[in-house]
């Protein structure tokens, strides 16, 4: 993505969603499953006669989040960055957690990560990052990025 203009955020470019999630089986153990999210970029109305801007759609694992959020803490550390939703929700009328796969649960963890992807796409210097950037438009760029740069530890 070339550099429109140096005061634009990501939230300014796209409309950014996450629009669904669905369980998946780890190749591993089938009776193991994950849930992955579909971040979808599409290219605000304004923008879209830039031929650099794309549509892009990505799945993206809780522990994705989790990765990149952690890689921004340590490279900015003087930022506050967004705050992920619990990996298990808990609701103060109910004494135990659901379980982190219910439908309720997945659809409420959708909702709080699709704002903390709003929240860093609309902070100037974390949404000009170049992790964030391939996080949201490359499917596995950003990885390389986050593990060549040994902020974090794996």
């Known amino acids: 993505m070339n550099e429109l203009n140096s005061t634009l955020t990501l939230?300014?470019?796209?409309?950014?969603?996450?629009?669904?999630?669905?369980?998946?089986?780890?190749?591993?153990?089938?009776?193991?499953?994950?849930?992955?999210?579909?971040?979808?970029?599409?290219?605000?109305?304004?923008?879209?006669?830039?031929?650099?801007?794309?549509?892009?759609?990505?799945?993206?694992?809780?522990?994705?989040?989790?990765?990149?959020?952690n890689y921004l803490v340590a490279k900015y550390s003087w930022i506050v960055v967004p705050v992920l939703p619990e990996k298990t929700i808990s609701y103060t009328w109910s004494k135990s957690h659901q379980d982190r796969t219910s439908v309720e649960v997945v659809e409420r963890r959708r909702i709080l990560l699709e704002r903390f992807i709003?929240?860093?796409?609309?902070?100037?210097?974390?949404?000009?990052?170049?992790?964030?950037?391939?996080?949201l438009l490359d499917n596995d760029q950003w990885k390389h990025i986050v593990d060549t740069s040994h902020l974090i530890n794996k």
Do not use: G, M, W
């Open 118 to 135: 709003h929240d860093l796409c609309s902070h100037r210097t974390l949404s000009s990052d170049t992790a964030v950037k391939t996080f």
């Open 11 to 69: 939230i300014d470019i796209y409309d950014i969603q996450i629009s669904n999630s669905e369980r998946r089986n780890s190749s591993i153990a089938i009776q193991d499953s994950y849930i992955v999210y579909l971040i979808e970029c599409r290219p605000r109305t304004s923008i879209s006669s830039n031929k650099d801007i794309q549509s892009s759609s990505v799945f993206r694992r809780y522990s994705d989040f989790e990765t990149l959020r």
